[in-house]
């Protein structure tokens, strides 16, 4: 497909390349690729308020984005600039939503797809994405990590874009879910809250914020609260984790790739980055499935567990908060079956019986 072709479709409106346009690199000739991304909802969580004690917590819901996560802006973004630079293939290693990302740009656009995911470590939602756009799937036997290197070194080899966040136009995709918040709230929060895995996206949101506030369309920049899961830690640590583990497997990286963006969102924000365990990251995702009607992936339950980890004491009067909630709950739900008890009751063909067990419930 020519990038005039793509350019000249009518579904190219509405996307991070249309909207960001005038803040991201690119020009006239940049196919306008989009599957509708961004323009995701911003919600209120009153019962984060409550445990807080903010002013305003705020959800960004990127798991409303067309493949269920953030990495649609960043996809998009990349896809064009590798059109627009003659690609006819992308590659991706992948814990699970980067490769269902780039596999249903691919397909829109009449790329391939190489994506390398770990063996057995990605939700199965992810997975029957990658496969359904068609991509050629390599499973690896190893971590995300290892699969990133091999990705790194195909790519200086073969005649295919690398489509990971080390791709600068990732970050500026990503970006734009700040400038969002920002176009809407009409300032930049006190604090944004975000999970951290190969810390791609704490990195592109502080560009946001930073080239927002440059140009004056904020008067502040929020604090940064990156989050890690406990047993893959490495910036909380200060060194790379061999063998990471997490139940929330989007962000069960070892050595993040852009370890520097993330350390310099943390300091020149004046924010932190911590670490919070499973439990607290289930206890975040049952939370907001429960008490917000959000059901997110555990990944992006970690930015919630990291707020009440640090501010559950209700130090946040006054503030205005924003939590990115980063992907689908819909992608795995063997974790939702696991480690949420569902309230089943088995019931003969009867109309009496389903009002006799209704009945109880309501009374
Ligand atoms: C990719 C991803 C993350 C981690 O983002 P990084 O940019 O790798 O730090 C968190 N949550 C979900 C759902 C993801 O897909």
Partial sequence: MTSSAVRSEPWASGGVLERYADWLPIDASTPRVSLGEGSTPLVRARSLERATGADEVWLKLEMCNPTGSFKDRGMAVAVAKAIEQGATAVLCASTGNTSASAAAYAARCGLRAFVLV???????GKLAQAAAHGAKILAVDGNFDDALRSAQRLT???????????????????KTAAMEIVDELGDAPDLHCIPVGNAGNITAYWRGYREYFQAERSSKHPRMLGVQAAGAAPLVLGRPVEQPETIATAIRIGSPASWDGAVAARDESRGAIIA????????AYRTLAGEEGVFCEPASAAS??????????????????????????????????????????????????????????LA
């Fill in 304 to 361: 919630v567990a990291g707020l009440l980890s640090r501010h559950g004491d209700g130090s946040l009067a006054g503030r205005r908060v924003v939590c990115t909630i980063t992907g689908h709950g819909l992608k795995d739900p063997e974790r939702a079956i696991e480690s949420i008890q569902a309230d089943v009751v088995e019931i003969g063909p009867e109309y009496e019986e389903a009002e006799a067990v209704i009945r109880e419930g």
């Fill in 118 to 124: 770990p063996e057995g470590r990605i939700a199965k």
């Fill in 156 to 174: 200086e080899h073969l005649p295919v874009a690398l489509v990971n966040s080390v791709n600068p136009y990732r970050i500026d995709g990503q």
């Fill in 276 to 283: 919070v365990g499973d439990d607290e990251i289930l206890h």
